[in-house]
């Protein structure tokens, strides 16, 4: 395993980029929109990870949520797994919180899943399996 990325809350991505590309030179390589979780995305790689900005797309997104109660800041973090399924099974027979029991599709078409942060000391975990 590996840390595929760090999510930051931003209630703006350009405003957010202007920090991240101007004063630290890193490269947005990718930007898209993620229907499922009504988020607008920018992915910037810095060194084996990235650094995945998130803008709301909509009130009802859980980014809109997270800002309003916390403001903007790292939402969570992304541990690439090398098999969703499994690792969902196995932290299912250990009594783990998940909130997704099953993946999806997340930002560029990879499947993920979220840990409850009840079951990891406060932190929102997402596991990432990366198309092959």
Do not use: Y
Not at 38 to 62: H, N, Q
Not at 75 to 82: F, G, K, L, S
């Amino acid at each position: 395993m590996k840390i595929n990325h760090l999510g930051i809350a931003t209630k703006g991505i350009d405003e957010a980029l202007d920090f991240w590309e101007e004063a630290l030179g890193l490269k947005n390589v990718h930007t898209e929109i993620v229907e499922d979780q009504k988020v607008k995305v920018a992915m910037l790689p810095i060194g084996e990870t990235r650094i995945e900005l998130l803008e709301p797309i909509s009130d009802d997104s859980p980014i809109s949520k997270f800002l309003e109660k916390r403001g903007g800041g790292i939402h969570h973090i992304a541990i690439e797994v090398e098999n969703i399924h499994e690792c969902l099974e196995k932290l299912k027979q250990k009594g783990v919180r998940l909130i997704d029991e099953q993946p999806r599709i997340g930002a560029d078409d990879c499947l993920i899943a979220f840990v409850h942060p009840h079951s990891t000391n406060g932190v929102l975990l997402e596991l990432v399996q990366t198309k092959k």
